[in-house]
Nanobody
Framework: RVQLVETGGDSVQAGGSLRLHCVAS?????MGWFRQVPEKGREAVAI????????VYGDSAKDRFTISHDNVKNTLTLQMNSLNSEDTAMYYC???????????????????WGQGTQVTVSS
């Protein structure tokens, strides 16, 4: 089972930026970020195909967030800009073999999860 450790969560003011990191114990073909608020399901933020670097973004992340992967350090990074209160959530790193492209943003496709890191945005 792949071990995933997230860091970088913090409390920031609206309009600010944060960078999240996830270190994986081994290479996986798809890695990404999901977020969750209480009483709601996990929402896809962004997924990256680690072999090609191609990324897929959830609607909430487009034009504000950037996902990247360092193949040498096996570290996933999420750069989040222009944060607002709706970005407040627990952010989880996920990894697995890549599902069919139409399912890549479906959290049910991923078996390996980190413990989560909290992001809080105050207005």
């Amino acid at each position: 089972r792949v071990q995933l450790v997230e860091t970088g969560g913090d409390s920031v003011q609206a309009g600010g930026s944060l960078r999240l990191h996830c270190v994986a114990s081994e290479i996986t073909y798809c890695m990404g970020w999901f977020r969750q608020v209480p009483e709601k399901g996990r929402e896809a933020v962004a997924i990256i195909y680690t072999s090609s670097g191609n990324a897929v973004y959830g609607d909430s992340a487009k034009d504000r967030f950037t996902i990247s992967h360092d193949n040498v350090k096996n570290t996933l990074t999420l750069q989040m800009n222009s944060l607002n209160s709706e970005d407040t959530a627990m952010y989880y790193c996920a990894a697995d073999l890549c599902p069919p492209h139409r399912l890549v943003l479906d959290s049910r496709q991923y078996k390996n999860w980190g413990q989560g890191t909290q992001v809080t945005v105050s207005s």
